[in-house]
């Protein structure tokens, strides 16, 4: 018995002077951490993930044992320990993008590997082309350029974003309350030259996501760094110009500063030409200030102005009155600007714990005049509306993070704090002739909008399952001061909301993942409408589950096919333009949602995206309970090529026809456009071109069911009023590297 004792002490006290901790770095060849790396023990059977920082913690480590590390964009290493250290440095070598090399079960960011496949594959090249990097998402413009993009997405038609949150670096884009409408969202100010990575999720599933994000989310990522400079000017059709720039100001070990710039100007193929013209500045610096913690400074500024032709009627076109690019009132138009200031700081706990804190401030105009109706309800003058704010936009969001090995499973915490004010100054809607004279204010006061939120969410990871669980918590004070009133006319009101989620991921084997998630979102109301109109549901809920599964059915094939259903308490749509709320009770959407990406040669690959919705409203009877501009089907398909020193591609997009109204009486076209590009690089210059509409489709971008009277008509008409898409366009393109 002694024996035994003696032998299992002496072979414990082995464990402990050679099984010990390692923690370090992973970067790259030029000293960049590398995030989301993932690092396997072999002969442990364990694995860890780095942060932010590039950091990772491993217990029981032994001189001698192997890790393999792997990351989507870096050649797969095996690293022999040969000392025991808390200061690693393990430098990963690039590669370029290989399909048939990604393991869906060591992928740290789990389902959302079709945003990396699609990144290394195309770029993005407009400012349009940002959301629809979003696999099953479609935007349309309708107001010269200027406004912000409509966006459908799952069965909704989410406006300008009252259905999906958008961030840039952390910085929300969704704007509360907004003149024009409720998460107004305005991704111009983004350059696209500087993203680096779209990360997106589907569904209110995600604790860090609150506001808005009820049928998904969309996070970009700007650059750290840049490889080198860059000048890009492209020509087309319609008086189009776009000049660009990003330039490398500081690239040292720990300190890289890179700014950007464009400048757009554009008439558009309409008869009254768009002036059109936007200019764009970006800034930023990050520094490192150890090894484990980083800071980075961000400053942008955008402004740009318009002409619009805005919705024309199908009967004025079918009349002969104007032509598919003519207009009714060609006095539409606006002008907008937004200026950001963020700063991020990461610093590194200990060995098992990172904390983030981003602050941010945005000063923001708005000046927007429509005519929807043209002459329905003021006979003389006609219905030219103008939407105004000037808006101060802050706050601050704080996340812990804590992951550890607890032997049976790998354990990550995060909790996070946040803190949101937005303050709307002379926040207007007025009646208005021809751009110069105010005929009567409908709406007009300042909006002062706090959001208080906190959150918890826990993740077990085991061998194949993992576990997630998170609540997040959000308090909103609401306060409008209306200046119509003679006197002072103040109203205040307090709403707070719970929103906990459920996720499980499991993985089958390295090439099949199956995932279960569910959970609870919601989307704000406008304060006006909240404290004006006494609404009950400020702060509606979604509740929503997806099933799903993410394989490789080939070596080089990725498919990940999902099964949705989404129940909304209380849809309400604000109208901007009117002042007014439309509740249209609750609603339910469901479907499936099928990607798939193929490497089909070394050069040559394809990406699909299809896309089936099932929506209706619950509260009205069979054939009144249609959702207006739900679109019941889309889908995305595209063909790159990339060998040596050119490369091209072909990308189209289809959404059916679907319903403008309740009864689908009045029915919004659909439509399949199909663009092209391609590009050689020889030393230094790329020289290329790109075709919008190769086929020169006859198509709406925008399509809404509105009553309106034309000046010559008696009574009023609805029917759909449309903005028309974009004939054949192309453009050519230079860009200088240095």
Known sequence: MKNTLLFVFIFVGSLNIHAQKISGIIQNSSGVPIEDAYILHFNHDHHAHTNENG????NEAEIGDTLQIIHLSYKDLFYKISEISDNLKIEMEESSFELGEIVIGENAKKTNLISYIDNQTTTVNSSQEILRKVPGLFIGQ??????????????????HGTDIALAVDGMPVNMVSHAHGQGYSDLHFLIPETIELIDFGKGPYYADEGNFATAGYVGFKTKDEIANSQVNIELGQFNTLRTSGIFNVLNQN???????????????PFESPQNFSRVNFFGKYTGRTSSKDKFSVIASHFQSEWDASGQIPVRAVEQGLISRFGAIDDTEGGNTRRTNLQFTYSKTLDDHSYIRNHVYYSEYDFELFSNFTFFLEDPVNGDQIRQYEDRQLFGFESVWNHEKNLNFANSLVRAGIGYRNDLSKDNRLSKTLNRKETLEDIQFGDINEKNVFSFVSGELEFDRLSVQAALRWDYFNFNYESKLSTLFDRKVQD?????????????LNRSVQLYWKSGIGFHSND???????????????????????????????????????????????????????????????????????????????????????????????????????APPMTSTAGLYYKKGKFNASYKSRFIKDRPANENGSIIADGYFISDVNA??????????????????????????????????????VEEIHFTPGTPFFAKAILKFNF
């Open 254 to 268: 720990n300190h890289d500063a890179y700014i950007a710039t464009q400048y757009m100007i554009s008439d558009g």
């Open 142 to 159: 309708h107001a010269g350029g200027g406004k912000a993009e409509q966006i459908f997405l799952r069965g909704f038609d989410i406006d």
């Open 527 to 629: 304060t006006r409408i909240v404290l004006e109109q006494q609404v009950e549901d400020a702060l509606p809920k979604v509740y929503g589950t997806d099933v799903g599964v993410a394989f490789k059915p080939f070596k080089r094939m990725f498919v990940d096919v999902a099964l949705w259903y989404l129940f909304l308490e209380q849809e309400f749509v604000y109208v901007g333009d009117a002042g007014i709320v439309e509740p249209s009770g609750k609603t339910g959407r469901a479907g499936v949602d099928l990607g798939v990406r193929y490497q089909i040669l070394d050069e040559l690959y394809f990406s699909g995206d299809f896309n089936y919705t099932y929506a209706r409203s619950l509260a009205e009877s069979d054939g009144e309970n249609l959702i207006p501009l």
């Open 679 to 716: 590009n050689y690089t020889f030393g230094n210059i790329n020289i290329g071109f790109a075709i919008e509409n190769l086929f020169n489709q006859e198509w709406n971008e925008a399509q809404f069911a509105t009553e309106s009277r034309l000046i010559n008509e008696v009574n009023p």
């Open 55 to 58: 950091f990772f913690s491993l």
């Open 495 to 507: 709403k707070s909301v719970f929103s906990p989620k459920l996720n499980f991921i499991y993985n």
